[in-house]
């Protein structure tokens, strides 16, 4: 630990806008009068680096409350091609970061605030308090409000994290060009350069304007190109100009969350507690009411959360995967949203104002292809989950004519098997390799069938071993792949897997003991409730983790089904479902090539599953399920391996 220093009440990291607007709420309700303020910035902030503009109705408090710094207000919009128009009762307001950091310097001299030019290194809490680092030295107060950039995370498969970056030019024209009461924005007329990109011309008088050429992307737009970009737009508009100032900038667009600052009295501000808009980059507006709403809380402990709807995060994402994965569709959509809706009600739609009704009126009018081409790849869990549910119920349907529901399952049985159950398993030759090696392939048969072989033979001598292990390893592979699939960690995916296990045998009593009594020679007498895997669900919920949900709804109705149908349904219909998809996505390879290079395999579990049913000792049981004990011998045989190597892949990429 480093020297320790003089404490203060409150020490704000970083003196950026979001700092900024909290300093202007508190000092509005005088709720830093004599308190020892401490302000911290690697930079002087003597510069203007930014400009913020938002929109408001014209009787928003925020209007009066940054009268001080808002530079201009625009009345009329222009906007993505459609006709110029006044705005309703709304404004679009524009702030210069100089103007706000000069503000909070004179507010600081007239209330005795601190600042001080220091990167701090280290911000954090032990027991007597918060703190921050600088150069090794540790700065003790009340509160710490950190406003340092996130530090992201390394993008899932599953996440998007774009950049809206842009050029922008302070221009004085020559001659007369703009209307000051109006500005421009998303003007896509500028190559699209795989890309969605437009042009913002917001003007201060006739002849002065920021021009600002934006990119959502994957890629930064590169400060040179984008210049060339800009002077050629600007050229064609107005003609010769003189640039007075020029602006660079980039904000994440990402659909990551950001983690808490783990400390109570550590509150992350700004761009850090995730007030950006993922889809649109804005957070001015939403860092002025999280503001407001941290200085009515100020002298409760806890911090203030910004709490959004979660629809609107589920849309949010929808934008951003459509703005990755096809760039091109960006223009489209936005010249359509303005195109079939009044400015007004997008800003309410992205100020998360409107009603669902009037949401849904608003999105069924975009273009929709794109928007289902999202929903499959980034909520391909939650529709998977949400088929097996119908299924479930399907069965559950069938039940009334119980051969029906018998033919059904042995139809989609077979089919399941065929096409996913046993391919996800029957590719293990080239996980490790990425491709068929045969010169590597006689011994890893051998080695593959010495495992089954060694399972089978500890299953013919000591049967209840077997079961143990079989258990223990079916447990770990089937939490491992969902854990995989909701990014768990390895003791939550083993208590998962075992409590899945568990609540398909125990709910199935009188069938478990059945098989295990054949499987083990001993009695078997779990009995669960069909609720009890619903105890997951308050944690499924928390976590917005709706594939979880669902796939926790229909596994408890599934209690309801034969054990095999349950089973089925689960190893088929979602265990080696998410395999597949965790070998092709890893591989990145198609589901046609994986299937066919799982085809000898493949062909050979079936051929070994006649044999082992032919040749296994099944006794001369009467009972029904007779034939299900060697088969579940037999699959646990052949899967011992698979888990392996399952791991092994799993670990590969988790490495890698
Ligand atoms: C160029 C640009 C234009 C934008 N325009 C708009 C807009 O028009 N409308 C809108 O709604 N949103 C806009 N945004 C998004 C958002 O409003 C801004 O990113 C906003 O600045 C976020 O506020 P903040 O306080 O989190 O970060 P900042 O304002 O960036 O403040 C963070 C401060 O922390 C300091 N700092 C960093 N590391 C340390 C350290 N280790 N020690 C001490 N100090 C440190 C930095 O110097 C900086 O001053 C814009 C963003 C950018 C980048």
């Known amino acids: 630990m480093g020297r320790e220093s003089l404490t203060y009440d409150f020490i704000f990291v970083g003196a950026g806008a979001s700092t900024s607007l909290l300093l202007m709420a508190l000092h509005r309700r005088q709720l830093l009068s004599g308190c020892r303020v401490l302000i911290l910035d690697g930079d002087l902030k003597l510069k203007n680096d930014k400009t913020y503009c938002f929109w408001a109705n014209t009787h928003d408090p925020i209007l009066d409350h940054l009268e001080a710094v808002i530079g201009h207000q625009w009345s009329a919009i222009e906007v993505a091609g459609q006709p110029s128009k006044r705005l309703e009762n709304q404004v679009y307001a524009r702030v210069s970061s100089l103007k706000l950091y000069d503000h909070i310097r004179i507010l600081s001299a007239s209330e005795n605030w601190q600042i001080q030019k220091a990167e701090v290194s280290a911000v954090g809490s032990d027991s007597q308090g918060p703190w921050v680092e600088i150069d090794g030295q540790r700065i003790r107060c009340k509160r710490v409000l950190d406003s340092r950039p996130p530090e992201w995370q390394k993008p899932g498969r599953n996440d998007v994290h774009l950049w809206q970056s842009f050029a922008g030019w302070h221009i004085q024209t020559l001659k007369p060009c703009f209307d000051p009461s109006k500005f421009s924005m998303m003007d896509f007329e500028v190559p699209q350069e795989g890309n969605t990109q437009f042009v913002y011309v917001l003007p201060t008088s006739e002849n002065e304007a920021l021009v600002e050429l934006t990119r959502f992307g994957k890629e930064r737009i590169n400060s040179n190109h984008a210049e060339n970009e800009l002077a050629a737009y600007i050229l064609q508009h107005y003609g010769q100009v003189h640039v007075q100032e020029k602006e660079f900038g980039c904000i994440p667009m990402s659909s990551m969350s950001l983690p808490e600052s783990g400390h109570e009295q550590v509150w992350n501000l700004g761009a850090r507690a995730g007030l950006i808009k ?371 892949f799993y670990n590969k990429f988790r490495n890698a």
């Open 278 to 648: 993922p889809s649109t980059g804005y957070a001015f507006k939403s860092m002025y009411e999280w503001s407001e709403k941290a200085a009515n809380e100020w002298f409760r402990a806890s911090y203030p959360a910004f709490n959004r709807k979660p629809r609107h995060g589920f849309y949010d994402k929808l934008l951003l995967g459509i703005l990755e994965k096809e760039p091109e569709q960006g223009k489209p959509i936005f010249e359509r949203l303005f195109a079939t809706q009044s400015p007004e009600s997008v800003f309410r739609f992205l100020d998360e104002k409107m009603s669902l009704k009037n949401e849904l009126h608003m999105l069924v009018r975009l273009p929709w292809a794109p928007f289902m081409r999202a929903i499959a790849f980034y909520h391909s869990n939650t529709l998977q989950a949400m088929v097996v549910t119908l299924l479930t119920l399907s069965f559950l349907a069938l039940g009334w004519v119980p051969s029906w529901q018998g033919l059904g399952a042995a139809i989609l049985g077979v089919f399941g098997l065929a096409l996913i159950g046993l391919p996800h398993g029957a590719v293990d030759h080239i996980l490790e390799t990425g491709t068929l090696r045969p010169s590597k392939l006689p011994a890893f048969i051998v080695e593959y069938i010495g495992k089954a072989l060694v399972l089978a033979g500890i299953w013919y001598l000591f049967p209840v071993v077997g079961l143990g292990l079989f258990l223990i390893y079916s447990a770990w592979h089937f939490g491992q792949a969902d854990g995989e699939t909701w990014s768990w960690s390895g003791p939550r995916s083993l208590a998962w897997g075992a409590s899945v296990l568990f609540f398909l045998l125990g709910t199935h009593s009188e069938e478990s003991s059945a098989i295990i009594q054949l499987l083990s020679g001993e009695p078997w007498s779990l009995s669960l409730s069909p609720w009890l895997l619903l105890l997951w669900l308050p944690v499924a919920v928390k976590e917005r983790n709706l594939s979880w949900a669902w796939t926790l709804v229909w596994l408890s109705l599934s209690s309801w089904l034969p054990l095999l149908i349950a089973f089925g349904l689960y190893f088929i219909g979602h265990h080696s479902w998410n395999g597949w998809k965790h070998i092709t996505q890893r591989m990145k390879r198609s589901s046609i090539w994986v299937w066919k290079q799982s085809l000898p395999f493949h062909l050979g579990a079936w051929v070994l599953l006649g044999l082992f049913l032919w040749i296994w000792p099944s006794g001369h049981s009467e009972d029904a399920f007779q034939w299900a004990a060697p088969f579940f011998i037999f699959l646990s045989c052949l899967s011992f391996p698979h888990v392996w190597a399952m791991h092994r």
